[in-house]
């Protein structure tokens, strides 16, 4: 399959160009909950309104991201694996995933008069500048991995 896909003219330029949708999109779905967070975003919407608007959506883009992130790292594994900056990007991935699942979603759905609003800020501003750390890393495999 690998070998394949490494061989197509087209397969690897298509898969690349619906992955990077499916990033655009799944960040874009962080970032305007994130915006929220830090009170820059659409302030007429709760967040927990705007958490709960973009969960499909970040599900969906997520998926996508990763069915069309496995035939990339497995046409070149061997290269990827001696990365480290893709190794980099993993554990940032990894990291901003777990955050994402568990303390942001917590806040973003949470009741406005819960929390001060400090703690929203604060991981909104954790939240974006992890998924933009991610999202820079994995161009930077591109030209440096």
């Not at 909950?33 to 309104?49: H, I, K, T, Y």
């Not at 070149?76 to 699942?101: D, E, G, I, P, W």
């Not at 703690?119 to 994995?138: D, E, Y």
């Amino acid at each position: 399959m690998s070998q394949a896909y490494r061989d197509s003219t087209y397969l690897f330029a298509v898969t690349q160009a619906l992955h990077v949708l499916a990033v655009t999109v799944f960040v874009g779905a962080i970032a305007i909950g994130d915006l929220r967070l830090l009170e820059w975003g659409p302030v007429g919407q709760s967040c927990a309104s705007i958490a709960r608007s973009a969960h499909r959506v970040l599900l969906w883009a997520g998926l996508a991201v990763l069915v069309t992130g496995i035939p990339q790292f497995t046409a070149n594994a061997l290269s990827y694996h001696r990365s480290a900056l893709f190794m980099f990007k993993m554990y940032l991935l990894a990291a901003a995933l777990v955050f994402t699942a568990t303390l942001r979603w917590r806040v973003a759905v949470a009741d406005e008069g819960r929390l001060p609003s400090w703690v929203r800020k604060v991981v909104g501003a954790v939240s974006l500048a992890l998924w933009v750390a991610v999202t820079i890393s994995g161009r930077l495999i591109t030209y440096y991995g």
